[in-house]
């Protein structure tokens, strides 16, 4: 498993490293020296996105950091992102961030779509969901530092995030014991802010290399059984068909939340979904 991740990180580092330049699964498998059929497995196992995904949400990334604090213009920022033409780049632009190019240039308020990848390089032994919900604790002021490690990797899954104001908020959840934390080592594995007036679920994050275990019913469970008993519980995520949502949705839907209401929250077409009480979460 070790090795496996550390295949996964000497390829993200070269991706990094070649931003700017053409990018794609033979080049960096042929860079790193790595089987291109081994890496895309061991990749998308370990990130959550096959490379070319990634490589592709972090040069529009940086593409709309440059629109924000450049003077470049669009057909230049289009072709260090690797687009030939302003239009295809402005097309996949605008499914991404809901907006155009020249629109986001003209708001000045860069928000990332994807942050450089971090990995953890040892496993996490995990325990069943009763046992993990034990591990679950209350978040303190000193576990901000750790939580906002995960917020910048799961940054993909909230749109228009800004980390001074999140910060903020986030402390202020914790002051009103309404954050809930999973941690390993120096690690944070799963977060979780709640509202026990609205029955909502404002935040939930679980890192990406564990989305496939039982952490995220392992919260769910403990926010039902300890804080919003005998409660409908709601979340929102990315509607149908975003190409901008890389599983969240899925996750929702697994943990047994039904399609409620679309919304528009901070500018940004999401979905609410509900999960009543009597909704059974399946422990086995």
């Not at 330049?21 to 960096?28: N, S, T, Y």
């Not at 059929?37 to 990634?54: N, Q």
């Not at 690690?187 to 679980?206: A, C, L, N």
């Not at 999960?275 to 086995?284: A, F, G």
Request: hydrophobic fraction near 40%.
């Amino acid at each position: 498993m070790v090795y496996k991740v550390m295949n996964v990180i000497t390829a993200i580092d070269y991706i990094e490293d070649h931003l700017s330049e053409k990018l794609d699964l033979d080049i960096v498998a042929n860079a790193v020296h790595y089987s291109k059929y081994h890496l895309h497995r061991t990749f998308t196992a370990s990130v959550g996105l096959t490379i070319h995904d990634y490589i592709q949400r972090r040069k529009l990334t940086e593409a709309a950091k440059l629109l924000v604090f450049s003077n470049k213009p669009i057909i230049e920022i289009a072709l260090i992102a690797g687009y030939e033409s302003q239009q295809a780049f402005t097309s996949i632009f605008k499914a991404m961030y809901k907006k155009s190019p020249n629109q986001y240039r003209k708001e000045q308020e860069f928000y990332p779509l994807q942050l450089r990848f971090v990995l953890k390089k040892a496993s996490i032994c995990l325990e069943n969901i009763l046992e993990l919900q034990k591990q679950i604790k209350l978040a303190t002021l000193s576990d901000v530092p750790l939580w906002m490690n995960l917020v910048r990797l799961v940054i993909d899954g909230f749109p228009n995030l800004h980390e001074e104001e999140y910060i903020n908020k986030l402390k202020k959840c914790i002051a009103e014991k309404r954050a809930l934390i999973l941690k390993c080592d120096n690690t944070v594995i799963g977060s979780m802010v709640f509202s026990k007036e609205t029955g909502s679920i404002d935040f939930f994050g679980i890192h990406p290399q564990y989305r496939n275990s039982e952490i995220a019913q392992a919260f769910l469970k403990k926010v039902m059984d300890d804080f919003l008993l005998d409660t409908t519980i709601s979340i929102t995520t990315f509607r149908e068909g975003d190409k901008a949502d890389t599983g969240h949705r899925e996750m929702v839907k697994k943990l047994g939340f039904a399609e409620a209401e679309l919304l528009t929250e901070f500018g940004y077409p999401t979905q609410k979904f509900v999960l009543s009480s009597e909704k059974v979460i399946n422990t086995n």
